[in-house]
Every structure is written in structure tokens, then in C-alpha cells.
T-cell receptor
Framework: DGGITQSPKYLFRKEGQNVTLSCEQNLNHDAMYWYRQDPGQGLRLIYYSQIVNDFQKGDIAEGYSVSREKKESFPLTVTSAQKNPTAFYLC??????????????FGPGTRLTVT | KNEVEQSPQNLTAQEGEFITINCSYSVGISALHWLQQHPGGGIVSLFMLSSGKKKHGRLIATINIQEKHSSLHITASHPRDSAVYICAVHLGAGGTSYGKLTFGQGTILTVHP
């Protein structure tokens, strides 16, 4: 079955450590996205990538980094520079980011807790 | 002010009731999504609309582009409908959003038996 996988579902880290969240898709989608969700707030875009080896900052990119070396993978690193890293992180993908394809698929999410 | 506003923020209903969740947005869009998020956190896409009305089972979604407003209706609600319902839009015309979504804050729906 095609879909998006994120692992792990729950992740715990100490403050000051970098942590990388995994996102893999087997939908053959070109475009991938990382969103962050905080209680009582809507999801916000962190980074997105329309094609391999290219990515763009979203609305809240500070303290995060990404890579897109393979079409199916878009890992997100939460660095120690991110002031409030505890949140629920969702990965999503679309066939491509152009005008003709807007159906967006979401992964199950990773809940990161930093203490 | 958020670009996407949902109402109500919280909604409690009895099983069988007809439910309406509203979404208003302040700028032009090319498409609107209704999403469902269950307590585990995963999100499922219910509808994607750019005009008119769509129906799937007990769910109906409508959009009025001129009024910048969309509604999600649930007929004969059931406790399993309890979830967070999220409105999200592709801002701007055509493909200028590059697939990026702008989200409302969500509506927490609880349906009691």
C-alpha cells in the first residue's frame, strides 16, 4: 500500500541535542512538506521541497534544517537553536507542487518532547 | 487576524444531530481542503474543493468562492465522528501556492451517544 511513514511516533530528547525526524513516501510524489502543530493552533509550514535536491523555507523555518537527497525521503532535523521544539510534527506530500495537483497526503506524525 | 478562521472552535452534539462547521478565509484561494484528525494525530483528507459541493456518505462540503466561505456538514452524527476537523486552503490563484497549505485552527467535535 502506498503512503507516508514517519518514525518514530513518539520521540524524547534532552534540551541541546539535535534530533532528526524521518519521513518516507512510496507514492512517487515530487513535493514534500513538513508542518508543525501546537495545541490550540493551526498547523504551520516549516519547510517544503518541490523536487529532489531543492527545498524552500516555510513560515517557521528557524531552528530547523532539511535535506532532499532522494525523492522518497525528506528528513527534518530539529536543531538546538529551535527555542520551543516540543510539538507534533507532520509530514505531507503531493504529486507535485504545480497547479494541477493539490491532493495532499499526510503521514501519521511524530510527537517530539524535549526536556 | 488569521487568514483562515473556523467556527465554532468546540462543538458538542448528541448522536443523530446535524452538524455544521464553518470556514472563512480572507484572501483568494485556488482550492480548499477539509481534513479530519483523530486523537492519535494522523490526518485524513475528507474533501478538496474549488467550487460547488461534494458529498461522501454522511459528509457534505460546500464552498462559496465569492463569499470566501466553506461549510462542512455531517448528517446523522455518530460518536465515531468525534475528531478535530481542519479547514486548509491553497492561497493565491493557480499554482502559486506550490502545494503549500494554510490551516485554520481546527474545530473539536465531540458526539455523545
Amino acid at each position: 500500500d502506498g503512503g507516508i511513514t514517519q518514525s518514530p511516533k513518539y520521540l524524547f530528547r534532552k534540551e541541546g541535542q539535535n534530533v532528526t525526524l524521518s519521513c518516507e513516501q512510496n507514492l512517487n510524489h515530487d513535493a514534500m512538506y513538513w508542518y508543525r502543530q501546537d495545541p490550540g493552533q493551526g498547523l504551520r509550514l516549516i519547510y517544503y521541497s518541490q523536487i529532489v535536491n531543492d527545498f524552500q523555507k516555510g513560515d517557521i523555518a528557524e531552528g530547523y534544517s532539511v535535506s532532499r537527497e532522494k525523492k522518497e525521503s525528506f528528513p527534518l532535523t530539529v536543531t538546538s537553536a529551535q527555542k520551543n521544539p516540543t510539538a507534533f510534527y507532520l509530514c505531507a506530500s503531493t504529486l507535485h507542487g504545480g497547479a494541477s495537483s493539490y491532493e495532499q497526503y499526510f503521514g501519521p506524525g511524530t510527537r517530539l518532547t524535549v526536556t | 487576524k488569521n487568514e483562515v478562521e473556523q467556527s465554532p472552535q468546540n462543538l458538542t452534539a448528541q448522536e443523530g444531530e446535524f452538524i455544521t462547521i464553518n470556514c472563512s478565509y480572507s484572501v483568494g484561494i485556488s482550492a480548499l481542503h477539509w481534513l479530519q484528525q483523530h486523537p492519535g494525530g494522523g490526518i485524513v483528507s475528507l474533501f478538496m474543493l474549488s467550487s460547488g459541493k461534494k458529498k461522501h456518505g454522511r459528509l457534505i462540503a460546500t464552498i462559496n468562492i465569492q463569499e470566501k466561505h466553506s461549510s462542512l456538514h455531517i448528517t446523522a452524527s455518530h460518536p465515531r465522528d468525534s475528531a478535530v476537523y481542519i479547514c486548509a486552503v491553497h492561497l493565491g490563484a493557480g499554482g502559486t501556492s506550490y502545494g503549500k497549505l494554510t490551516f485554520g485552527q481546527g474545530t473539536i467535535l465531540t458526539v455523545h451517544p
